[in-house]
């Protein structure tokens, strides 16, 4: 597989560059582009470049606004909601988190729901953001139905993405963003792409058999992870992302999405808290005495950690040099 070296100004400035061909005003391309870049910069790829053919089709298509402005409603000093006026969830979350942050910072919880928006993202920017202000982060949404919940082989829940981010003063956070599918679909997409097997479990194909061939899984149906018990978290997920906010369920993004192959409209669910004000006093030495306990165990690695240190690394990335000269097209 050929690949091609850029530097990150390189990707923020290709991605920028496809969003404004493509129908993005400045503020929503910005937003986008700096998403992407950090995607690429931290090693989640199939949530960087990846997923710019994806957003270039759901502008063409008419399906997002590329010069929507979000709308934001403190509802209680609690409850603050965000409407996407059908914008990607960038620009949305970049004009909704400052205030989740200063709600939690001042009451000590604050939850955050964002509806007429297309996540097609990762989900790790929006959680350590708040832990980077001292809170702790929560935050989930659905998708299309592409996982078959324990007990049936028919598509129901998303891949279902929740990520969680803890503070660490002084410290890199403690910050995971995971799929409750056994694979997230744009990992599954990119196997599919290099040619390489996916782990015996991770989805069934057309027929309904265990298979570790990417491209039939994509055909067929991803598995949770971890059987009934994943699967209930993507239940929750589900409720959280549709339910409380009142926006699609995975189900009925799929059955109002125009297949574009673009993210579809949904919601998301930001919950933020202040451990300065719900612990108190000493909370961070408290936690530190634990994170000691956990990492001096032999083979314990922080979730997240692999990708902090790929941040570490300011130089050139090497992207498939198929999709760089896709993406230059789009421009």
Not at 153 to 182: H, Q
Not at 187 to 192: G, M, P, R, S, T
Not at 294 to 320: M, S, Y
Request: a negative charge; one cysteine or more; proline letters at 6%.
């Amino acid at each position: 597989m050929s690949r091609i070296s850029l530097t990150l100004d390189e990707i923020h400035a290709l991605a920028h560059a496809a969003m404004v061909k493509n129908g993005c005003d400045e503020a929503n391309a910005d937003a986008l582009a700096d998403i992407v870049m950090r995607a690429e910069r931290d090693g989640s790829h199939s949530h960087g470049l990846f997923r710019i053919p994806g957003y270039v089709k759901a502008l063409r298509s008419g399906k997002v606004d590329g010069t929507a402005r979000p709308t934001v409603t403190r509802r209680t000093p609690a409850v603050i909601q965000c409407e996407g006026h059908g914008c990607f969830a960038p620009i949305a979350q970049a004009t909704a988190l400052p205030v989740l942050a200063e709600a939690a910072a001042e009451i000590g919880v604050a939850a955050l729901s964002l509806t007429g928006i297309h996540h097609f993202a990762a989900l790790w920017p929006e959680t350590e953001y708040l832990a980077d202000r001292g809170l702790v982060g929560i935050a989930c949404t659905a998708y299309m139905p592409m996982v078959a919940p324990v007990g049936t082989t028919e598509k129901l829940f998303g891949t279902n993405p929740i990520s969680f981010a803890w503070p660490r003063p002084g410290k890199t956070p403690v910050c995971y963003d995971m799929a409750t599918a056994s694979m997230a679909m744009g990992d599954l997409q990119i196997a599919a792409r290099d040619g390489r097997e996916v782990p015996l479990g991770t989805g069934l194909d057309a027929d309904g058999k265990l298979t570790t061939d990417p491209a039939a899984i994509a055909k067929g149906v991803l598995l949770p992870f971890g059987g009934y018990k994943g699967s209930a978290i993507a239940l929750m997920v589900e409720l959280l992302a549709a339910g409380l906010t009142g926006e699609r369920f995975s189900y009925e993004a799929k059955e109002h999405d125009n297949g574009d192959g673009g993210p579809p409209r949904g919601g998301e669910m930001v919950i933020a808290l202040s451990p300065a004000l719900i612990a108190g006093d000493g909370w961070e030495s408290h936690v530190e005495g634990f994170m000691d306990r956990l990492t001096g165990l032999d083979g314990v690695r922080v979730p997240g950690a692999r990708r902090h240190e790929n941040r570490l690394d300011t130089g050139p990335r090497a992207i498939n040099a198929a999709l760089v000269e896709t993406i230059r097209e789009l421009t």
